[in-house]
């Protein structure tokens, strides 16, 4: 083997640079299938200095000394206080 490489026309460090680091993307253990992944369904909230009701779904809430604004209808008006 090392005659060969040696008798190639190619450089040497080129030849096994490529044999020896396989590319990631080739790499079969690190496929996952479109189906076993798990989708984002939890939205962060918003941290705001001063929180404020958005829609009439909106509520206060003090919990652990922070004030929290908690929505029924629009998940996306979850705001923390801080």
């Excluded at 096994?16 to 939890?42: E, G, K, Q």
């Amino acid at each position: 083997m090392l005659r060969a490489l040696l008798a190639s026309g190619r450089p040497l460090l080129t030849r096994l640079r490529v044999a020896s680091i396989p590319h990631p993307a080739h790499h079969p253990h690190n496929v996952v299938p479109i189906l076993s992944r798990t989708p984002d369904l939890s939205r962060g909230m918003k941290v705001r200095s001063s929180v404020k009701v958005m829609c009439e779904g909106c509520s206060i809430v003090k919990r652990k000394g922070r004030i929290y604004v908690v929505c029924s209808k629009n998940p996306k008006h979850k705001q923390r206080q801080g």
